[in-house]
């Protein structure tokens, strides 16, 4: 077991972990939604939506309580839920969207491919039933996350 002296601070990792999210998609208004579920049933999530500008690196306007929220919950993937997923949707028009993806291991965001994306979103939860794709919205995969901090933050 790790040493839980030298181990980094969960939500230092996931604001971190936002950040590099950021970096990933890019310049663009981003919809970030944070989902996990505990392993007896529990259920949490959280969303932040950002506005990113293009050519300002250093420059995200973010939803302060939707960050906080959204670390916050991240952070406690690793502590206490079993399974996490990111979704992030990133409007390309007023009428159409990317939508991305990706399983949350140890903390970290880890791309899931465009299949995966697709069946999280077209499926019914309740019944498993396969449930319409939604009009202008494009399914693709997550894109990697690199660990390393210091990024910018778009």
Do not use: K
Request: some cysteine; hydrophobic content about 40%; proline content about 8%.
């Amino acid at each position: 077991m790790s040493d839980p002296t030298t181990l980094p601070d969960p939500f230092d990792t996931a604001a971190q972990a936002f950040e590099a999210l950021l970096d990933a998609l890019g310049p663009g208004r981003h919809h970030l939604v944070c989902s996990a579920h505990s392993a007896l049933g529990s259920f949490a999530s959280a969303s932040a939506t950002v506005e990113c500008a293009p050519g300002d690196q250093d420059q995200a306007n973010a939803d302060y309580e939707g960050w906080l929220m959204f670390c916050h919950l991240l952070a406690q993937t690793s502590i206490t839920f079993r399974d996490a997923a990111i979704f992030a949707r990133t409007y390309t028009t007023d009428s159409t969207s990317v939508l991305r993806g990706w399983s949350v291991i140890e903390g970290w965001p880890q791309p899931m491919a465009a299949a995966d994306v697709f069946a999280a979103y077209c499926t019914d939860l309740a019944t498993g039933d396969p449930i319409p794709p939604e009009p202008g919205t494009d399914y693709q995969a997550g894109t990697p996350v690199p660990t390393a901090s210091g990024g910018s933050s778009c």
